[in-house]
Protein backbone atom coordinates (compact mmCIF):
# COMPACT_ATOMS: atom_id res chain seq x y z
CA UNK A 1 0.00 0.00 0.00
CA UNK A 2 2.95 2.17 0.81
CA UNK A 3 4.09 1.80 -2.30
CA UNK A 4 1.09 2.29 -4.54
CA UNK A 5 0.73 5.77 -2.58
CA UNK A 6 4.01 6.66 -3.06
CA UNK A 7 3.73 6.14 -6.89
CA UNK A 8 0.64 7.98 -6.87
CA UNK A 9 2.12 11.12 -5.56
CA UNK A 10 5.39 10.93 -7.62
CA UNK A 11 3.21 10.74 -10.93
CA UNK A 12 1.11 13.73 -9.73
CA UNK A 13 3.83 16.01 -8.84
CA UNK A 14 5.87 14.79 -12.45
CA UNK A 15 1.93 15.91 -14.11
CA UNK A 16 1.86 19.16 -11.95
CA UNK A 17 5.47 19.82 -12.67
CA UNK A 18 4.62 18.97 -16.86
CA UNK A 19 2.06 21.63 -17.17
CA UNK A 20 4.32 24.22 -15.44
CA UNK A 21 6.48 23.97 -18.43
CA UNK A 22 3.67 23.15 -20.92
CA UNK A 23 2.55 26.83 -21.19
CA UNK A 24 -1.13 26.47 -19.40
CA UNK A 25 -3.42 29.35 -19.04
CA UNK A 26 -2.18 31.59 -16.17
CA UNK A 27 -4.53 34.13 -14.02
CA UNK A 28 -3.41 37.50 -12.19
CA UNK A 29 -4.77 40.39 -11.42
CA UNK A 30 -5.12 43.59 -13.37
CA UNK A 31 -3.21 45.68 -11.08
CA UNK A 32 -0.18 43.12 -10.97
CA UNK A 33 0.14 43.46 -15.28
CA UNK A 34 2.18 46.94 -14.82
CA UNK A 35 6.06 47.02 -15.49
CA UNK A 36 8.53 47.68 -12.69
CA UNK A 37 12.01 49.14 -13.40
CA UNK A 38 14.69 47.65 -11.03
CA UNK A 39 17.18 49.70 -9.03
CA UNK A 40 19.91 47.62 -10.23
CA UNK A 41 21.66 47.06 -13.84
CA UNK A 42 19.23 46.03 -16.19
CA UNK A 43 19.18 42.28 -16.98
CA UNK A 44 18.88 40.20 -20.12
CA UNK A 45 16.22 37.49 -20.29
CA UNK A 46 17.95 33.81 -20.23
CA UNK A 47 14.80 32.82 -22.81
CA UNK A 48 12.96 35.14 -25.76
CA UNK A 49 12.04 32.59 -28.39
CA UNK A 50 9.20 34.03 -30.94
CA UNK A 51 8.01 30.67 -32.13
CA UNK A 52 5.10 32.20 -34.00
CA UNK A 53 3.97 35.77 -34.92
CA UNK A 54 2.75 38.02 -32.66
CA UNK A 55 -1.07 39.86 -33.35
CA UNK A 56 -0.63 43.45 -31.38
CA UNK A 57 -3.89 45.05 -30.35
CA UNK A 58 -3.63 48.55 -29.62
CA UNK A 59 -5.99 50.52 -27.39
CA UNK A 60 -8.66 52.98 -29.57
CA UNK A 61 -7.07 56.64 -29.22
CA UNK A 62 -9.50 59.27 -28.05
CA UNK A 63 -11.01 61.85 -30.92
CA UNK A 64 -10.06 65.32 -29.38
CA UNK A 65 -12.51 67.86 -30.02
CA UNK A 66 -12.12 71.33 -31.60
CA UNK A 67 -9.06 73.27 -30.18
CA UNK A 68 -9.99 77.13 -29.35
CA UNK A 69 -6.92 78.10 -27.55
CA UNK A 70 -5.42 80.80 -30.06
CA UNK A 71 -9.07 81.90 -31.04
CA UNK A 72 -9.58 82.72 -27.33
CA UNK A 73 -6.38 84.54 -26.83
CA UNK A 74 -7.21 86.74 -29.63
CA UNK A 75 -11.03 86.90 -29.06
CA UNK A 76 -11.20 87.13 -24.89
CA UNK A 77 -9.64 90.81 -24.46
CA UNK A 78 -12.84 91.67 -27.03
CA UNK A 79 -15.67 90.96 -24.50
CA UNK A 80 -16.48 93.08 -21.03
CA UNK A 81 -18.09 93.19 -17.89
CA UNK A 82 -21.42 96.02 -17.89
CA UNK A 83 -22.66 97.37 -14.99
CA UNK A 84 -25.64 99.22 -15.04
CA UNK A 85 -27.45 101.38 -11.98
CA UNK A 86 -30.50 101.78 -12.18
CA UNK A 87 -32.52 104.11 -9.43
CA UNK A 88 -35.63 101.95 -8.02
CA UNK A 89 -38.90 103.50 -6.45
CA UNK A 90 -39.62 101.44 -3.27
CA UNK A 91 -42.98 102.40 -1.71
CA UNK A 92 -42.54 102.18 2.26
CA UNK A 93 -46.58 102.13 2.74
CA UNK A 94 -48.42 99.12 3.16
CA UNK A 95 -51.26 100.07 1.79
CA UNK A 96 -50.13 101.74 -1.33
CA UNK A 97 -51.53 98.92 -3.70
CA UNK A 98 -54.83 98.96 -1.70
CA UNK A 99 -57.71 100.24 -4.15
CA UNK A 100 -59.90 101.51 -0.59
CA UNK A 101 -56.40 103.45 -0.13
CA UNK A 102 -55.82 104.51 -4.04
CA UNK A 103 -59.83 105.79 -4.18
CA UNK A 104 -59.13 108.20 -1.57
CA UNK A 105 -55.35 109.69 -1.66
CA UNK A 106 -55.13 109.30 -5.45
CA UNK A 107 -52.26 106.51 -5.68
CA UNK A 108 -49.78 108.61 -3.55
CA UNK A 109 -48.35 107.05 -0.71
CA UNK A 110 -48.55 109.23 1.99
CA UNK A 111 -45.96 107.58 3.81
CA UNK A 112 -43.82 108.85 1.00
CA UNK A 113 -41.05 106.35 -0.99
CA UNK A 114 -37.56 105.55 -1.02
CA UNK A 115 -35.50 105.25 -3.85
CA UNK A 116 -32.56 102.54 -3.72
CA UNK A 117 -30.18 101.68 -6.62
CA UNK A 118 -30.22 98.84 -8.37
CA UNK A 119 -27.62 97.18 -10.29
CA UNK A 120 -27.55 94.81 -13.46
CA UNK A 121 -24.73 92.89 -14.78
CA UNK A 122 -24.03 91.55 -17.98
CA UNK A 123 -21.43 91.30 -21.11
CA UNK A 124 -20.62 93.28 -23.94
CA UNK A 125 -18.23 93.36 -26.95
CA UNK A 126 -16.09 95.84 -28.72
CA UNK A 127 -17.01 96.22 -32.27
CA UNK A 128 -14.80 99.18 -33.05
CA UNK A 129 -11.42 100.11 -31.10
CA UNK A 130 -12.35 103.90 -30.72
CA UNK A 131 -14.90 102.47 -27.55
CA UNK A 132 -18.17 101.21 -29.14
CA UNK A 133 -19.71 97.97 -27.91
CA UNK A 134 -22.54 96.54 -28.23
CA UNK A 135 -24.85 94.22 -25.80
CA UNK A 136 -28.17 93.83 -24.91
CA UNK A 137 -30.60 96.43 -24.51
CA UNK A 138 -32.01 94.02 -20.93
CA UNK A 139 -28.49 94.19 -19.37
CA UNK A 140 -29.00 98.18 -19.84
CA UNK A 141 -32.66 98.37 -18.68
CA UNK A 142 -34.64 101.66 -18.04
CA UNK A 143 -34.07 104.80 -15.99
CA UNK A 144 -30.35 104.27 -16.27
CA UNK A 145 -28.75 106.60 -13.96
CA UNK A 146 -25.07 105.01 -14.35
CA UNK A 147 -22.86 102.80 -16.75
CA UNK A 148 -19.51 101.11 -16.02
CA UNK A 149 -17.44 98.73 -18.46
CA UNK A 150 -14.58 96.94 -16.94
CA UNK A 151 -12.14 96.11 -19.77
CA UNK A 152 -10.53 92.19 -19.93
CA UNK A 153 -7.34 94.71 -18.48
CA UNK A 154 -9.33 95.51 -15.65
CA UNK A 155 -9.62 99.41 -16.08
CA UNK A 156 -13.41 100.51 -15.20
CA UNK A 157 -14.68 103.34 -17.22
CA UNK A 158 -17.85 105.20 -17.27
CA UNK A 159 -19.87 104.37 -20.75
CA UNK A 160 -22.65 106.20 -22.34
CA UNK A 161 -25.46 104.76 -24.12
CA UNK A 162 -25.78 105.61 -27.79
CA UNK A 163 -29.17 103.99 -28.58
CA UNK A 164 -31.06 100.78 -27.39
CA UNK A 165 -33.86 98.74 -29.59
CA UNK A 166 -36.31 97.03 -27.90
CA UNK A 167 -37.45 94.73 -31.41
CA UNK A 168 -33.98 93.22 -30.98
CA UNK A 169 -32.77 93.48 -27.22
CA UNK A 170 -29.91 95.12 -28.58
CA UNK A 171 -28.06 98.41 -27.37
CA UNK A 172 -24.80 100.04 -27.99
CA UNK A 173 -22.88 101.65 -25.24
CA UNK A 174 -19.33 104.00 -26.22
CA UNK A 175 -16.12 104.47 -24.18
CA UNK A 176 -13.96 107.51 -24.36
CA UNK A 177 -11.06 105.24 -25.26
CA UNK A 178 -8.77 103.93 -28.31
CA UNK A 179 -7.31 101.74 -29.58
CA UNK A 180 -9.11 98.74 -28.08
CA UNK A 181 -9.24 94.88 -29.47
CA UNK A 182 -11.74 94.73 -31.54
CA UNK A 183 -14.12 91.16 -32.20
CA UNK A 184 -14.44 91.11 -36.54
CA UNK A 185 -17.74 90.25 -37.73
CA UNK A 186 -18.37 87.45 -39.02
CA UNK A 187 -21.46 85.75 -41.68
CA UNK A 188 -24.14 83.94 -39.39
CA UNK A 189 -26.04 83.54 -42.51
CA UNK A 190 -23.07 80.85 -43.28
CA UNK A 191 -24.06 78.79 -40.15
CA UNK A 192 -24.48 75.31 -40.17
CA UNK A 193 -25.72 72.73 -37.25
CA UNK A 194 -23.67 71.34 -34.98
CA UNK A 195 -20.32 73.43 -36.06
CA UNK A 196 -18.74 74.43 -32.95
CA UNK A 197 -19.15 77.46 -31.29
CA UNK A 198 -17.58 79.54 -28.57
CA UNK A 199 -19.11 81.49 -25.54
CA UNK A 200 -17.32 84.33 -24.03
CA UNK A 201 -19.06 85.97 -21.25
CA UNK A 202 -19.49 87.29 -17.48
CA UNK A 203 -21.59 84.70 -15.74
CA UNK A 204 -22.17 85.14 -12.32
CA UNK A 205 -19.17 87.50 -12.28
CA UNK A 206 -16.41 85.29 -13.33
CA UNK A 207 -14.91 87.27 -16.12
CA UNK A 208 -13.86 86.31 -19.21
CA UNK A 209 -15.51 82.47 -19.26
CA UNK A 210 -15.01 80.31 -21.99
CA UNK A 211 -17.53 77.88 -22.68
CA UNK A 212 -17.38 75.86 -25.60
CA UNK A 213 -20.56 74.08 -27.91
CA UNK A 214 -22.22 73.95 -31.48
CA UNK A 215 -25.00 75.14 -32.95
CA UNK A 216 -27.89 73.28 -32.05
CA UNK A 217 -30.40 74.75 -34.65
CA UNK A 218 -31.05 78.24 -36.69
CA UNK A 219 -33.89 80.96 -36.74
CA UNK A 220 -35.82 79.79 -33.38
CA UNK A 221 -38.72 82.05 -32.69
CA UNK A 222 -39.02 81.97 -28.98
CA UNK A 223 -41.45 85.28 -27.91
CA UNK A 224 -38.79 87.03 -26.41
CA UNK A 225 -38.73 90.00 -28.88
CA UNK A 226 -40.61 91.58 -31.54
CA UNK A 227 -37.57 90.45 -34.56
CA UNK A 228 -36.85 87.22 -33.62
CA UNK A 229 -34.11 84.70 -35.59
CA UNK A 230 -31.97 83.10 -32.77
CA UNK A 231 -29.20 80.53 -33.00
CA UNK A 232 -29.32 77.91 -30.70
CA UNK A 233 -26.83 76.67 -29.14
CA UNK A 234 -25.78 74.37 -26.26
CA UNK A 235 -22.62 76.02 -25.45
CA UNK A 236 -23.34 76.94 -21.53
CA UNK A 237 -24.51 80.78 -21.13
CA UNK A 238 -25.52 81.32 -17.29
CA UNK A 239 -26.79 84.85 -16.27
CA UNK A 240 -24.22 87.41 -16.60
CA UNK A 241 -23.21 86.10 -20.06
CA UNK A 242 -26.24 88.27 -21.80
CA UNK A 243 -24.43 90.64 -24.01
CA UNK A 244 -21.34 88.88 -24.85
CA UNK A 245 -20.16 86.77 -27.81
CA UNK A 246 -20.79 84.06 -30.06
CA UNK A 247 -17.76 82.87 -31.61
CA UNK A 248 -17.03 80.43 -34.63
CA UNK A 249 -13.55 78.35 -35.37
CA UNK A 250 -12.14 81.21 -37.38
CA UNK A 251 -12.29 84.36 -34.00
CA UNK A 252 -15.36 85.68 -35.68
CA UNK A 253 -18.33 87.21 -34.10
CA UNK A 254 -21.12 85.44 -35.03
CA UNK A 255 -23.86 86.25 -32.16
CA UNK A 256 -24.36 88.02 -29.37
CA UNK A 257 -25.61 85.56 -26.38
CA UNK A 258 -29.36 87.05 -25.27
CA UNK A 259 -31.40 84.14 -23.52
CA UNK A 260 -31.31 80.67 -22.19
CA UNK A 261 -34.31 78.63 -21.67
CA UNK A 262 -34.18 77.00 -17.83
CA UNK A 263 -36.57 75.46 -15.72
CA UNK A 264 -34.10 75.94 -12.99
CA UNK A 265 -32.54 79.47 -13.44
CA UNK A 266 -28.95 78.01 -14.86
CA UNK A 267 -27.55 76.57 -17.76
CA UNK A 268 -29.77 73.46 -19.21
CA UNK A 269 -28.22 73.48 -22.57
CA UNK A 270 -30.44 75.72 -24.76
CA UNK A 271 -29.32 79.37 -25.25
CA UNK A 272 -29.78 81.39 -28.09
CA UNK A 273 -28.03 84.57 -29.76
CA UNK A 274 -28.95 87.11 -31.74
CA UNK A 275 -27.29 86.55 -34.92
CA UNK A 276 -24.04 88.44 -36.39
CA UNK A 277 -25.96 90.02 -39.95
CA UNK A 278 -28.75 91.39 -37.61
CA UNK A 279 -27.07 92.94 -35.07
CA UNK A 280 -24.35 94.29 -36.87
CA UNK A 281 -27.46 96.25 -38.77
CA UNK A 282 -28.56 97.48 -35.92
CA UNK A 283 -25.58 98.43 -34.11
CA UNK A 284 -25.02 100.67 -37.26
CA UNK A 285 -28.34 102.11 -37.22
CA UNK A 286 -27.69 102.67 -34.10
CA UNK A 287 -24.48 104.71 -34.11
CA UNK A 288 -25.06 106.86 -37.51
CA UNK A 289 -28.94 107.75 -36.39
CA UNK A 290 -29.18 106.69 -32.62
CA UNK A 291 -32.32 104.43 -33.75
CA UNK A 292 -32.99 101.72 -35.83
CA UNK A 293 -34.36 102.24 -39.43
CA UNK A 294 -36.83 99.78 -40.03
CA UNK A 295 -38.85 99.52 -43.45
CA UNK A 296 -42.84 99.26 -43.41
CA UNK A 297 -45.95 98.92 -45.55
CA UNK A 298 -48.38 100.45 -43.52
CA UNK A 299 -50.58 98.41 -40.85
CA UNK A 300 -51.64 94.98 -42.14
CA UNK A 301 -52.51 92.26 -40.15
CA UNK A 302 -51.72 88.78 -41.09
CA UNK A 303 -51.95 84.85 -39.89
CA UNK A 304 -50.57 81.75 -40.57
CA UNK A 305 -52.08 80.03 -43.42
CA UNK A 306 -53.60 76.48 -42.30
CA UNK A 307 -54.09 73.39 -44.92
CA UNK A 308 -57.97 74.42 -43.79
CA UNK A 309 -57.50 78.25 -44.51
CA UNK A 310 -56.28 77.46 -48.00
CA UNK A 311 -59.35 75.01 -48.86
CA UNK A 312 -61.51 77.52 -47.80
CA UNK A 313 -60.30 80.22 -49.55
CA UNK A 314 -60.05 78.38 -52.72
CA UNK A 315 -56.01 77.68 -52.96
CA UNK A 316 -55.51 74.28 -51.59
CA UNK A 317 -51.42 73.96 -50.72
CA UNK A 318 -51.03 76.93 -50.73
CA UNK A 319 -48.43 78.03 -48.50
CA UNK A 320 -48.41 82.02 -46.43
CA UNK A 321 -50.11 84.15 -44.32
CA UNK A 322 -53.46 85.83 -44.59
CA UNK A 323 -53.96 89.20 -44.52
CA UNK A 324 -57.06 89.35 -42.58
CA UNK A 325 -57.01 93.52 -41.36
CA UNK A 326 -55.39 96.60 -42.93
CA UNK A 327 -56.00 100.13 -43.19
CA UNK A 328 -57.20 101.97 -46.49
CA UNK A 329 -53.61 104.46 -46.15
CA UNK A 330 -50.83 101.64 -45.88
CA UNK A 331 -48.94 101.54 -48.83
CA UNK A 332 -49.93 97.66 -49.31
CA UNK A 333 -53.58 98.81 -49.63
CA UNK A 334 -52.66 101.66 -51.89
CA UNK A 335 -50.94 98.82 -53.90
CA UNK A 336 -53.47 96.59 -54.54
CA UNK A 337 -53.56 93.98 -51.60
CA UNK A 338 -56.69 93.09 -49.88
CA UNK A 339 -57.93 91.42 -47.05
CA UNK A 340 -57.77 87.83 -47.79
CA UNK A 341 -55.22 87.54 -50.13
CA UNK A 342 -52.11 85.25 -49.37
CA UNK A 343 -48.80 86.40 -49.23
CA UNK A 344 -46.44 83.86 -50.41
CA UNK A 345 -43.27 85.85 -51.11
CA UNK A 346 -41.90 89.32 -50.26
CA UNK A 347 -38.77 90.23 -52.35
CA UNK A 348 -38.18 86.99 -53.88
CA UNK A 349 -38.24 85.98 -50.42
CA UNK A 350 -40.93 82.54 -49.73
CA UNK A 351 -43.29 83.66 -47.10
CA UNK A 352 -44.01 80.23 -44.52
CA UNK A 353 -44.98 82.41 -41.11
CA UNK A 354 -45.92 85.47 -39.84
CA UNK A 355 -42.58 85.73 -38.38
CA UNK A 356 -40.66 85.38 -41.53
CA UNK A 357 -43.01 88.07 -43.13
CA UNK A 358 -41.99 90.78 -39.99
CA UNK A 359 -38.48 90.37 -40.44
CA UNK A 360 -38.99 90.78 -44.28
CA UNK A 361 -40.67 93.92 -44.49
CA UNK A 362 -38.61 95.55 -41.48
CA UNK A 363 -35.38 94.62 -42.82
CA UNK A 364 -36.47 95.94 -46.41
CA UNK A 365 -34.34 98.79 -47.67
CA UNK A 366 -36.28 102.02 -46.88
CA UNK A 367 -37.45 104.03 -50.17
CA UNK A 368 -36.91 100.70 -52.41
CA UNK A 369 -40.23 98.63 -54.32
CA UNK A 370 -40.78 95.24 -52.77
CA UNK A 371 -42.38 92.47 -55.23
CA UNK A 372 -45.11 91.03 -53.25
CA UNK A 373 -46.06 87.47 -54.32
CA UNK A 374 -50.20 87.01 -53.73
CA UNK A 375 -52.69 83.92 -54.37
CA UNK A 376 -56.50 85.43 -54.50
CA UNK A 377 -59.11 83.65 -55.65
CA UNK A 378 -56.91 80.77 -56.28
CA UNK A 379 -54.61 82.47 -58.83
CA UNK A 380 -51.34 83.74 -58.19
CA UNK A 381 -50.06 87.86 -59.31
CA UNK A 382 -47.66 90.11 -58.17
CA UNK A 383 -47.45 93.40 -56.35
CA UNK A 384 -45.51 96.31 -56.24
CA UNK A 385 -45.39 97.75 -52.56
CA UNK A 386 -43.17 101.02 -51.72
CA UNK A 387 -41.53 100.32 -48.19
CA UNK A 388 -41.15 103.67 -46.38
CA UNK A 389 -39.63 104.40 -42.56
CA UNK A 390 -40.58 103.56 -39.59
CA UNK A 391 -39.64 102.95 -35.88
CA UNK A 392 -39.38 105.27 -32.57
CA UNK A 393 -36.61 106.93 -30.89
CA UNK A 394 -35.42 105.54 -27.85
CA UNK A 395 -34.11 107.62 -25.07
CA UNK A 396 -30.53 107.94 -24.27
CA UNK A 397 -28.14 109.10 -21.84
Known amino acids: MRRTLLVVFLLSVGFLTGLAFSGAPRLERAESASVTTPLGPPTTPAVTPVSAPQTVVTSAVPVAGPDFTEVAARTVPTVTNISAEQAVQRRMSPFSSDPFFQHFFGGEDMFGGRTRPQQSLGSGVIVSPDGYMVTNNHVIGDDVEAVTVVLADKREVPAKIVGTDQYTDLAVLKVDLTGLPVLPWGDSSKLKVAEWVMAVGNPFQFSQTVTLGVVSALGRNVGLSVYEDFIQTDAAINPGNSGGALI ?40 RYGEVQRGSVGFMAVTDVTEYLARRLGAPGAKGVLVSEMRRDSQAYVAGIRPGDIIVSFSG ?14 GAKIGSAARVGIVRDGRESTVTVPVVATGERRRRI
Do not use: C, H, M
Request: hydrophobic share 40%.
Open 248 to 287: NARGELIGINTAIYSESGGYQGIGFAVPSNLARRVVDDLI
Open 349 to 362: QKITDAQQLQRAVL
